[in-house]
Nanobody, 114 residues
C-alpha cells in the first residue's frame, strides 16, 4: 500500500518559516521524482517544487530563493523548507511522487495571515 503522509503545516506570521515533511512508504522512493504542490481556495493546484532521483531541483518562480526542496532516500522522506513566508503562500500543500505513475498525499494546511 502506497502512503504519502505530509506534516509540518500550520499558522505562521509573514516573514516566518515552516518545514514540511512527507514520509513515503510502499514505493521504491529513490526512483521517484518527488514534488510539492499547493492549492489555495478557488485556485487550481500548482507546482511549488520538484526534486528528481538525481536531486535536480525545479521551483515555481513565486518561491525561488525562499523555498528549498530536499530528499533523504534513507528515510524515504522529502522536505520543503519555506522561508520568508507571505500571505500568498497560504494553501493546502500536497506531496507528490511520480515515476510512470503519480501518487499524492492528503495535504497539509499552511496559513500565513495578512
Amino acid at each position: 500500500q502506497v502512503q504519502l503522509v505530509e506534516s509540518g503545516g500550520g499558522l505562521v506570521q509573514p516573514g516566518g518559516s515552516l518545514r514540511l515533511s512527507c514520509a513515503v512508504s510502499g514505493i521504491t522512493f529513490s526512483r521517484y521524482t518527488m514534488g510539492w504542490y499547493r492549492q489555495a481556495p478557488g485556485n487550481q493546484r500548482e507546482l511549488v517544487a520538484t526534486i528528481t532521483s538525481d536531486t535536480s531541483t525545479n521551483y515555481a518562480d513565486s518561491v525561488k530563493g525562499r523555498f528549498t526542496i530536499s530528499r533523504d532516500n534513507a528515510k524515504q522522506t522529502v522536505y520543503l523548507q519555506m522561508n520568508s513566508l507571505k500571505p500568498d503562500d497560504t494553501a493546502v500543500y500536497y506531496c507528490n511522487a511520480y515515476w510512470f505513475k503519480a501518487w499524492w498525499g492528503q495535504g497539509t494546511q499552511v496559513t500565513v495571515p495578512p
